[in-house]
T-cell receptor
């Protein structure tokens, strides 16, 4: 069955370290998204991609970067982790760019920055 | 003003009752509207989407959209304890914007 996976599921790191969160989908979807979820804020879009070599900034992109070298993967990099980036991170993918495209979410990564 | 607003709850209803969840949005260019359910510690999962004014029914769930009032709602009929979760409203313009969610508790 097609799925979307994230790794690691839990990560503890220190302030200033570079961290990369992996996202891998086997849906063969063109669109992939990274969100963070914090209490009181719901899901906020960090970066997204509509295809290989395409990346776009979302609502809260500062301090994060992504690259899309193939259809299946969209890794999220925190260049220099800050305590404000402690959050739960969700990756999602969808098939269509226009209209009511359904986003399918991965299981999430809980990141703690000390 | 937040782009997508929901009452945070918690909303508590007895088993078998109708749960009504509400969402307002600010961008009149919004095209599609989604309801996701998220159990504690889990990822969001789509319940249904709607993009035309009026009602859309799927089993025990009914989504209602009123673009003139910039309002979308979700009704859950015959609520079950297994419906206890946080319900996220999402609105798509160019990208997806989520509300903070309403926590629903269905008491047996």
């Amino acid at each position: 069955d097609a799925e979307i996976t994230q790794s690691p599921r839990h990560k503890i790191t220190e302030t200033g370290r570079q961290v990369t969160l992996a996202c891998h989908q086997t849906w063969n979807h063109n669109n992939m998204f990274w969100y963070r979820q914090d209490l009181g804020h719901g899901l906020r879009l960090i970066h997204y991609s509509y295809g290989v070599h395409d990346t776009n900034k979302g609502e809260v992109s500062d301090g994060y970067s992504v690259s899309r070298s193939n259809t299946e993967d969209l890794p999220l990099t925190l260049e220099s982790a800050a305590s404000s980036q402690t959050s739960v991170y969700f990756c999602a993918s969808s098939e269509y760019r226009e209209g009511p495209d359904t986003q399918y979410f991965g299981p999430g990564t809980r990141l703690t920055v000390l | 003003q937040k782009e997508v607003e929901q009452n945070s709850g918690p909303l508590s209803v007895p088993e078998g009752a109708i749960a009504s969840l509400n969402c307002t949005y600010s961008d009149r260019g919004s095209q599609s509207f989604f309801w996701y359910r998220q159990y504690s510690g889990k990822s969001p999962e789509l319940i249904m989407f709607i993009y035309s004014n009026g009602d859309k029914e799927d089993g025990r769930f009914t989504a209602q959209l009123n673009k003139a009032s910039q309002y979308v709602s979700l009704l859950i009929r015959d609520s079950q304890p297994s419906d206890s979760a946080t319900y996220l409203c999402a609105v798509k313009v160019n990208d997806m914007r989520f509300g903070a969610g309403t926590r629903l508790t269905v008491k047996p």
